[in-house]
């Protein structure tokens, strides 16, 4: 059982940043990889940015050069910093955990940018 909180979002202006965070709890251990995945009003759920437990990092066309996923193990925390930001990345963001049987995800957090 994996557990998934997240934090960070808001309002931003266009061309601004924000970091979300997602902190893991529970059978760390099961996780192979975690990721962030965005879900716009009327859209279907997208990848954003994946990492691997070596490290390996996967980003969508959209977001590249943009946002960076990052993880503190220490903190079991998986982070994306967004730069840049457009109002087409207004979304709500779901942290995600991947283990060899399943997924689990967090609750999601809200993305606004809007001048």
């Known amino acids: 059982q994996v557990q998934l909180v997240e934090s960070g979002g808001g309002l931003v202006q266009p061309g601004g940043s924000l970091r979300l965070s997602c902190a893991a709890s529970g059978s760390i251990s099961s996780i192979n990889a975690m990721g962030w995945y965005r879900q716009a009003p009327g859209e279907q759920r997208e990848l954003v940015a994946t990492i691997t437990n070596g490290g390996s990092t996967n980003y969508a066309d959209s977001v590249k050069g943009r946002f960076t996923i990052s993880r503190d193990n220490a903190k079991n925390t998986v982070y994306l910093q967004m730069n840049s930001l457009k109002p087409e990345d207004t979304a709500v963001y779901y942290c995600?955990?991947?283990?060899?049987?399943?997924?689990?995800w967090g609750q999601g957090t809200q993305v606004t940018v809007s001048s």
């Open positions: 995600n955990a991947k283990i060899r049987i399943g997924n689990y």
